[in-house]
T-cell receptor
């Protein structure tokens, strides 16, 4: 059974600071995703990571994937209030195709002015 | 980009009512769609995989007679919560991914179901 562990689950930080969210998964996978969810809303896709060593950046967010360690990180640089949201990592089962995703529990991020 | 539309966005109804939720891929064909459920302040849990033209695949612990899934075309999947009870109140979200490309799954806006 694929398990996805995310930490921390809650993070309160000040604007301008840097921080990293970690996502560990238990079995081999060929695809890892990061999503953002605002309160009462659905999921917004942030990153798709497909191979070992993959690194993607968008604005103040950067995601990386180490398939050997089964670890992905989402790094926040110089945080701003607009980044306050819940962030989920999700993993597709090995074998690709049309498998559903297994989600981490999410990291509730609050960025204070 | 790929768009997934979900309807209705909010349902409030009495216990015992059956509720149908629609999920449409607007600008791509999806042979497979997925249905998730999210309880307040919790993560998303995969309920079932909806397969066009064939039976849905349900995750362990999900009652297939309770949550009926129909995927009659390449752009539409429906989830019917039959004889809903208060414990079925949740946020239901569908997703789909264009073909087998390396794109992310795109999620609908979700349906907030409240059973009184």
């Amino acid at each position: 059974e694929l398990k996805v562990e995310q930490n921390p689950l809650f993070l309160s930080m000040q604007e301008g600071k840097n921080y990293t969210i970690y996502c560990n998964y238990s079995t081999t996978s060929d695809r890892l995703y990061w999503y953002r969810q605002d309160p009462g809303k659905s999921l917004e896709s942030l990153f798709v990571l497909l191979s070992n060593g993959a690194v993607k950046q968008e604005g103040r967010l950067m995601a990386s994937l180490d398939t050997k360690a089964r670890l992905s990180t989402l790094h926040i640089t110089a945080a701003v209030h607009d980044l306050s949201a819940t962030y989920f990592c999700a993993v597709a089962q090995w074998g690709g195709g049309a498998d559903g995703l297994t989600f981490g529990k999410g990291t509730h991020l609050i960025i204070q002015p | 980009g790929a768009v997934v539309s979900q309807h209705p966005s909010r349902v409030i109804c009495k216990s015992g009512t059956s509720v149908k939720i629609e999920c449409r891929s607007l600008d791509f064909q999806a042979t497979t769609m997925f249905w998730y459920r999210q309880f307040p302040k919790q993560s998303l849990m995969l309920m079932a995989t909806s397969n066009e033209g064939s039976k849905a695949t349900y995750e362990q612990g999900v009652e297939k007679d309770k949550f009926l899934i129909n995927h009659a075309s390449l752009t539409l999947s429906t989830l019917t919560v039959t004889s809903a009870h208060p414990e079925d109140s949740s946020f239901y979200i569908c997703s789909a991914r264009p073909g087998y490309s390396n794109q992310p799954q795109h999620f609908g806006d979700g349906t907030r179901l409240s059973i009184l």
